[in-house]
């Protein structure tokens, strides 16, 4: 878009590029309904990858095998324009075999949405969330290079400045994948549902890397994926931390530089 931009008391037309949001409808069709289930802000692009994570972080589909198909709108009351903003889920069995009214608190979130509440951490133990097993043991050489290795793989962020980022790396810190988005938990969303997607779960030898803060709704998500480590430019929420303590994960955070801090799972930290 256009803009005027002021600086040193002078101003100046220019071009400037925007992150984009839009609204994206996610539907659940099983064999006897189709049920909007979430409708979250995001920036288009891996709209599968988005729906099938989180799917799979709020515990309805437990398995690719479960997904059927995926595809976007083609109901032909719908506006040409938002057809591309409606995902069908298509799964197996019907409406009774899938935890629906769980859902109901996310039928419209923000880009910045974030899940509190002191019944939050039981509901991932009734859900049968299981401990993080051990390992692996990361160096914190290895740490210090994440954030600058995600920064280097955000394409988006480059051109807009205004995206967040979640980053899977193996133990030596090599890159695997990184979804951008421009909420954190939507970017963890695509992540998570690339690896559901591709049969990578679960994420027991590796870590993620998430822009800016980590919050409840970050861990949960790299919780059932199995994430042993979980990492953030910023500071973690209380909630985040109670997770990470609780399952056996290990949070770091305000990674800046040389320095950083752990929440949680100091284990998992190569001494020096």
Known sequence: MRIRTVEEGRSRLKSDVLATEEPMEIRLVTADETRTVAVTMRTPGNDFELAAGFLYGEGIVSSPTEIRRISYCVDRDVDADQQYNIVNVEVAGGSRDYDLPALERHFYTTSACGVCGKASLEQLELRGCPVVPPGPEVSPETIYRLPDRLREAQGLFDATGGLHAAALFDPGGELVALREDVGRHNA?????????????????????????????????KCLTAGVPVVCAISAPSSLAADVAREFGMTLVGFLRGERFNVYSGNERIAPR
Not at 191 to 209: D, K
Request: without cysteine; negative net charge; charged residues 20%.
């Open 188 to 220: 963890t969303d695509k992540l998570v549902g690339w690896a559901l997607l591709e049969n990578r779960l679960p994420l027991s030898e590796n870590i993620i890397m998430v822009s800016g803060r980590s919050s409840f709704e970050i861990l949960q």
